[in-house]
């Protein structure tokens, strides 16, 4: 495995990745978590998905098999900003705005968002890698604009999974329920640090998933 890292203007320099990362999230969340969300017979794509956006994925033997997108927290395309600022706005009905302590708008935290790892690497030693090769993808190009935070709206599980591969992460703000798969959803937040451990083999890996 290995991890691509890019934004819109680096696209053509990566094949099909970013549309078979589409391909690959509408498998996840629209056909196997049931989310609704918008999407066709092929792909998952959002209002999100614009030039301020990056993307971390992760490749094996030339197939998208994880990844996931990360953007500024002073990001604005259009009428939206990043999901959890226009979720604490009022914009997204389905995640409640008290997931968010406070409105965000620094340079120094970055937002990651449709997190996914595909159930193609069915052992734990692979998942963790795969996480810990898109997580360092989303580090490296956050310490490259100069932030020093993420932040993310996910299952619980996540923070598990991050801390035991050696990420400090934590959740900030109240958890709700997810309405489409029924899983408690919060803010994490953890430093914009490389893993300092060697991956360890995470059960709950194929339980979490990042959302919108």
């Given at each position: 495995m ?5 934004d ?77 600022r ?11 705005a ?22 193609e ?13 898109i ?23 996540l ?22 798969d029924?899983?408690?959803y919060a ?26």
């Open positions: 290995h991890n691509i890292t890019f819109f203007a680096g696209l053509h320099k990566h094949g099909t990745a970013f549309y078979d990362f589409l391909a690959l999230r509408k498998k996840v969340f629209v056909d196997e978590l049931k989310w609704d969300i918008p999407h066709n017979d092929e792909v998952e794509m959002d209002q999100y998905d614009t030039p301020v956006a990056s993307y971390s994925l992760v490749l094996k033997d030339g197939k998208v098999v994880g990844g996931a997108r990360v953007m500024a927290t002073t990001a604005s395309w259009g009428d939206h900003t990043y999901m959890l226009d979720a604490f706005s009022g914009k997204l009905p389905k995640i409640p008290e997931v968010m302590c406070e409105e965000i708008n620094s340079p120094l935290v970055w937002e990651c968002t449709r997190l996914v790892i595909s159930s690497l069915r052992t734990q030693k692979e998942r963790t890698e795969c996480l810990r090769q997580v360092d993808g989303l580090v490296e190009m956050a310490q490259r604009a100069g932030a020093s935070q993420l932040i993310c709206l996910s299952s619980l599980a923070m598990r999974a991050l801390r035991q591969i050696g990420y400090d992460a934590t959740s900030i703000g109240k958890s709700y329920k997810n309405a489409d029924g899983r408690r803010v994490l937040s953890m430093p914009a640090l490389y893993s300092y451990q060697k991956p360890q083999p995470v059960s709950e890996l194929i339980e979490y998933r990042m959302s919108a």
